[in-house]
């Protein structure tokens, strides 16, 4: 089963993309984020008729957003709401004996101090709240996968030096998501795969003109794995070309296959 997760940035304005993304990477599940569309207005025909039939989402107007999308019978479906807010950033369920859990974890907003910006203190509180869920019941035949905007490795953004200070990569961010994969029983899938050393980004910023030429890139997507199955991950990959396609998303699509 090959499982694809990515930050679509609005599933109507790049449904193109979402059916140039399964020609290219041929996925089994996909896992969307930041999908941008209220339940009603969810493009459901238009994907039922890519071949991904089996479908579940939750959405909100202009903001959030997450969808599991699948060739595979879904079944199971749940959500959670974190830190105290009703926004649609978490759908799981279970395909092929295995729950998918998918998470969009905020952005933080541009100062990391939570006394000056309450945004970055409900992401910590919300990546706080993910960890003890999972730390109390440790997963099983699970998987984790979305945009938790933080990278939390120097080999996972461009210049670790540069970036100390900045959202997603700041020492308690990093401390908390390495902290959610211990304690929560959680692989690191992709970094498992293309071991400790490899660089490896997963977005790139719209302020460059030219992404690959700047290459300054983060590793913000992630897909983790429960302890059980960790051993039957056969391939991971990140499909860099999307950001090159015409109107992007700033994320790219990243996979992982199970046995």
């Known amino acids: 089963m090959k499982i694809t997760s990515w930050n679509i940035n609005s599933v109507r304005l790049r449904i193109g993309l979402v059916e140039d993304m399964i020609k290219a990477v041929q996925p089994d599940v996909i896992c969307l984020q930041e999908t941008k569309a209220q339940d009603i207005h969810f493009p459901q025909e238009a994907i039922a008729e890519m071949g991904y039939e089996h479908q579940a989402y939750r959405g909100e107007k202009s903001y959030n957003g997450v969808a599991i999308l699948s060739r595979i019978p879904l079944e199971d479906v749940q959500f959670k709401q974190w830190a105290g807010k009703d926004d649609c950033r978490h759908i799981s369920a279970v395909a092929n004996g295995i729950r998918i859990h998918n998470f969009y974890i905020p952005a933080g907003g541009g100062i990391p101090d939570r006394d000056e910006n309450p945004k970055f203190g409900h992401k910590l509180d919300f990546v706080d709240e993910v960890t003890a869920y999972f730390a109390k019941d440790k997963p099983q035949s699970s998987v984790m996968v979305g945009d938790l ?29 390495l902290k959610l994969i211990a304690d929560g029983g959680w692989d690191d899938a992709m970094r498992s795969y293309f071991g400790p050393d490899e660089v490896l980004y997963s977005w790139w910023s719209y302020r460059a003109r030219d992404y690959k030429a700047s290459n300054r890139g983060r590793r913000l997507d992630h897909i983790f794995v429960s302890q059980d199955i960790k051993d039957t991950v056969t391939k991971a990959e990140i499909y860099e070309p999307a950001r090159g396609w015409e109107k992007p998303s700033d994320h790219v699509p990243i996979s992982i296959c199970l046995a």
């Open 149 to 177: 905007n933080i990278a939390p490795l120097a080999e996972d953004v461009w210049s670790t030096k540069q970036l100390k200070k900045v959202v997603s990569h700041t020492d308690i961010e990093r401390e908390k998501l």
